[in-house]
């Protein structure tokens, strides 16, 4: 067990009278502490009838279906106060933070994602957007992008629509990779579609101007900075 999970482990068994029960077995944990993180969780401990229970010794008892005691240890340093800081690794942490935080809306989770995701952009390659198991799938392009849609990541979806229309431009019109994305993140494509054609349009080209024949560097339809002359269309 490395100094970092020790701390977590140790901060969770703070006052507690909470009892997490997972597919694999149960963790303590401090209501105030889950309260503060996740409004999710304050909601079942607020109304245990709506998701927890008390037992007998008054222990708030909530399930966490679905997800194993191994996973809430592997989010918990991205949102207790550990040293060193929690740090985002791999895009399967990523991934694994982006399904837990969404799950229980736990802001540090996904904000650490989601910087992550932003920090990383350039390493996402096309591959199919439904991956499963090999390694470049993992960096699926449109799947992050469809993910990070899901989730309304604000601060990763500009630079994954940016990434998208830069290395598959083809790709922004295939159903399979823009079905189900949200009308505003449709629209911030289609516009970063339209400002790379007007970028490319204005791409400056080496010519040769007809007039003196004198190689330029010049926009299309300004003038030869050799003669001044037009260069034409």
């Not at 010794?57 to 800081?85: D, N, Y």
């Amino acid at each position: 067990m490395d100094s970092v999970q020790k701390q977590v482990e140790c901060l969770m068994r703070l006052n507690p009278d909470t009892e997490l029960q997972f597919d694999d077995g149960s963790l303590p944990a401090n209501s105030n502490v889950l309260s503060f993180f996740s409004s999710v969780l304050r909601g079942a401990i607020q109304a245990p009838s709506a998701g927890g229970s008390s037992n007998s010794s008054s222990t708030i008892v909530i399930p966490m279906k679905g997800l194993t005691k191994v996973q809430w240890l592997e989010v918990a340093p991205f949102r207790h106060p550990v040293e060193p800081a929690a740090v985002v690794k791999t895009w399967a942490e990523a991934e694994l933070l982006l399904r837990v935080g969404s799950l229980f809306d736990l802001r540090p989770a996904l904000d650490k994602a989601s910087e992550f995701l932003t920090a990383n952009v350039d390493n996402l390659t096309v591959t199919s957007s439904n991956p499963t198991g090999s390694s470049s799938a993992g960096k699926s392009l449109w799947k992050w992008l469809q993910l990070a849609d899901e989730l309304r990541l604000s601060g990763s979806l500009p630079t994954l629509v940016k990434r998208a229309v830069d290395v598959d431009w083809d790709g922004c019109s295939k159903i399979e990779n823009i079905q189900g994305l949200s009308a505003a993140t449709l629209q911030q494509l289609v516009m970063t579609l339209v400002a790379f054609t007007e970028m490319c349009e204005n791409i400056t080209t080496q010519r040769q101007c007809r007039h003196c024949v004198a190689y330029t560097l010049q926009k299309q339809f300004s003038r030869c900075t050799v003669c001044r002359n037009y260069l034409g269309g």
